[in-house]
């Protein structure tokens, strides 16, 4: 069934369906992408803008069909296991098209993203959800030092006065103490941040330039000076793996994993103390289901701080089991110093920083016992394909063989091959639903 259903009034744009195509050749690769990484996403913008209910929502899966100027088209499927025989009389949401406008028409595909954003903070809204923000942020940088055999912590600060933590967010104000809309999560695992890699190669090609003799303020940012000093990457996501609020400022965390001579791992290393790192884009982690059930963890080096930063925030009785992939066997150590929610002590879990969530609303006594299981995964080479999800999911079945356990959730962050690999081991193994089992894509190997 090919009817396009308009979606909810407010994106009605146009009755006669003639959208306009936009003939670029890379668009069958970002439907693909979208299709394969953001299904939430998808499934989130049925249900903020078209009238399809969540219980019709649960029966189906969706894909985006094709991308116009005006907007896209996600087509709805039964999911197999609801299309015979229960699901018979659902066949109306079987291949149904809904049309989901965007804010303002695109021109080219480098506009996607943009109105995609939009999208996405809008559904977010309309369903309550913490969404990504397109916000700038500045951290001067205080320290730097590896705290396992490949990760590298910057110790970062945010310049300015701060306030009394607000909705768990240390937010900060202005010097006449009015609320400045920037905050720095202090209390959310996994979010993560957007470095702005360019901003240092800027402002260390400014620097050279006034040491050389010509004064900072001559520099002229033409298009020809930029090319020269722009990095190979401009920019790049880490997580933020811990914030508090310490006197009068807001104090961070962010674990780097340096892998060889890479764009990321190069900027973290030059980073000086009394620099500035600048942030141009965040979002929040997918977390929510692991409030319940027992869970099981799958990261790498690059998902390790969200684990790390999971486990200090544990809120659900079951303490989950971890599988930490490492190349190197000196990294299996960044997870030692962790501590459960609740047993985190009054002065922080290590480096007597001061920990703003201690004050949690845990209850200690009945918890005191919680400990997490790490399975250790050592690979000797970069963790990435499909073969590494093949190992994940026999070291996993080894182990639930010798210790019976029924997993509830997943949350993993990999290689995109890895992760993709992953997906359909882990629902066959552990007989769990879409919503149940989040593997994210953390980086991608080439
Ligand atoms: C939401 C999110 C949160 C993240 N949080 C963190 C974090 O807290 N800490 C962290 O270290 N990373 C984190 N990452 C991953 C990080 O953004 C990527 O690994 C990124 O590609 C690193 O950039 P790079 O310049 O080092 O390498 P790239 O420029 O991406 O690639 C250079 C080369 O290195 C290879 N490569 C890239 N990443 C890896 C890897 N992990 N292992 C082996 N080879 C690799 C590539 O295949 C390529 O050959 C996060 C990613 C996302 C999406």
């Avoid at 009817?3 to 890379?26: K, M």
């Avoid at 909705?167 to 957007?194: C, D, I, R």
């Avoid at 019976?404 to 997943?410: G, T």
Wanted: hydrophobic letters at 35%.
């Amino acid at each position: 069934m090919t009817n396009l259903l308009l979606a909810s009034t407010e994106n009605i744009d146009n009755q006669n369906n003639q959208h306009t195509p936009l003939n670029d050749p890379e668009i069958a690769g970002v439907v693909a992408h979208i299709n394969e990484e953001h299904l939430d996403e998808l499934l989130g913008f049925l249900s903020a803008f078209t009238s399809l209910s969540t219980t019709e929502l649960d029966l189906v899966d969706a894909q985006i069909t094709d991308i116009y100027a005006e907007g896209i088209a996600i087509q709805t499927c039964l999911k197999s296991s609801e299309i015979q025989p229960a699901g018979a009389h659902n066949t109306s949401l079987h291949n149904q098209t809904f049309f989901i406008a965007f804010a303002a028409p695109i021109f080219q595909l480098d506009d996607l993203q943009a109105q995609y954003i939009l999208l996405k903070q809008r559904a977010d809204k309309k369903l309550g959800k913490k969404t990504i923000k397109l916000t700038k942020q500045v951290f001067e940088v205080q320290n730097s030092y590896r705290i396992s055999k490949n990760m590298l912590r910057l110790e970062l600060s945010m310049l300015s006065l701060s306030d009394t933590p607000l909705n768990n967010a240390a937010q900060l104000s202005n010097a006449k103490g009015a609320k400045n809309s920037t905050s720095v999560p202090t209390n959310e695992a996994g979010y993560a941040y957007l470095f702005d890699l360019e901003h240092n190669a800027m402002t260390n090609a400014l620097m050279t330039d006034s040491t050389d003799g010509n004064k900072a303020g001559d520099y002229k940012t033409n298009g020809s000076d930029k090319e020269n000093v722009r990095p190979a990457r401009l920019h790049c996501y880490y997580t933020l793996r811990k914030a508090w609020q310490a006197d009068d400022e807001i104090r961070a965390w962010v674990d780097v994993f340096l892998h060889g001579d890479t764009p990321g791992g190069n900027w973290a290393t030059a980073l000086q103390a009394g620099e500035t790192v600048v942030t141009k884009r965040e979002f929040p982690e997918k977390v929510e289901h692991l409030r319940d059930g027992q869970a099981v963890l799958i990261v790498d080096e690059t998902s390790m701080p969200t684990a790390a930063r999971l486990l200090e925030l544990w809120n659900n009785p079951t303490p989950p089991l971890v599988i930490c992939v490492t190349q190197d066997a000196g990294d299996q150590s960044y997870l030692d110093t962790v501590k459960m929610r609740s047993c985190i002590d009054n002065i922080g879990n290590d480096n007597s920083n001061t920990d703003s969530d201690t004050n949690n609303d845990c209850d200690t006594e009945s918890r005191k016992d919680d400990r997490f299981t790490v399975l250790p995964i050592v690979t000797n080479q970069p963790n990435s394909g499909a073969e590494l999800a093949t190992l994940i999911d026999r070291e996993l079945g080894d182990y639930l063989t010798d210790n019976p356990l029924q997993i509830d959730k997943v949350w993993g962050a990999l290689e995109a091959n890895t992760a993709k690999a992953l997906r359909p081991l882990l629902k066959d193994r552990l007989e769990l639903s879409r919503t149940d089992v989040v593997v994210k894509v953390y980086w991608r190997h080439d």
